[in-house]
C-alpha cells in the first residue's frame, strides 16, 4: 500500500502562486510515476502533470509555462509550482502515484487539496 498526503491548497488572486506539495510512503516501487491531476465543479478528473522515476515529465497544454513539476526521489515527494493562476484553475487537485511493475500498473490517489483562484 501506498499513502499520499497533499499540502499547499489555498486561495489565490489571479496572476498568483501557489505551491503544491505530496509526501508519498509506503511500499513504493524504483520505477513509478508522481504527478497531479484536478477535478473543477462539474467537470471531469484530469491530468495536469506527471513526471517519471527517471525524469521524464508531461504537462498538459493548458497549464504549460505556467506550472512546474519536480520531485524529491530521496523523500518520495512531488511538487506542483503554479504561477500565472487563473480562474479556470480552481479545482480540487489530487496526487497520484503509479508503481509499474512489468505490464502491471498500481494506481493511488491522495485525498485532495483546494486550490481557489479569485479576487
Known amino acids: 500500500q501506498v499513502q499520499l498526503v497533499e499540502s499547499g491548497g489555498g486561495l489565490v488572486q489571479p496572476g498568483g502562486s501557489l505551491r503544491l506539495s505530496c509526501a508519498a510512503s509506503?511500499?513504493?516501487?524504483?520505477?513509478?510515476?508522481m504527478g497531479w491531476y484536478r477535478q473543477a465543479p462539474g467537470k471531469q478528473r484530469e491530468l495536469v502533470a506527471t513526471?517519471?522515476?527517471?525524469?521524464?515529465?508531461f504537462y498538459a497544454d493548458s497549464v504549460k509555462g505556467r506550472f512546474t513539476i519536480s520531485r524529491d526521489n530521496a523523500k518520495n515527494t512531488v511538487y506542483l509550482q503554479m504561477n500565472s493562476l487563473e480562474r479556470e484553475d480552481t479545482a480540487v487537485y489530487y496526487c497520484?502515484?503509479?508503481?509499474?511493475?512489468?505490464?502491471?500498473?498500481?494506481?493511488?490517489w491522495g485525498q485532495g487539496t483546494q486550490v481557489s483562484v479569485s479576487s
Open positions: 513526471e517519471h522515476s527517471v525524469g521524464s515529465t
Open positions: 509506503g511500499n513504493i516501487f524504483p520505477i513509478n510515476t
Open positions: 497520484n502515484l503509479v508503481n509499474w511493475n512489468v505490464n502491471v500498473r498500481y494506481p493511488y
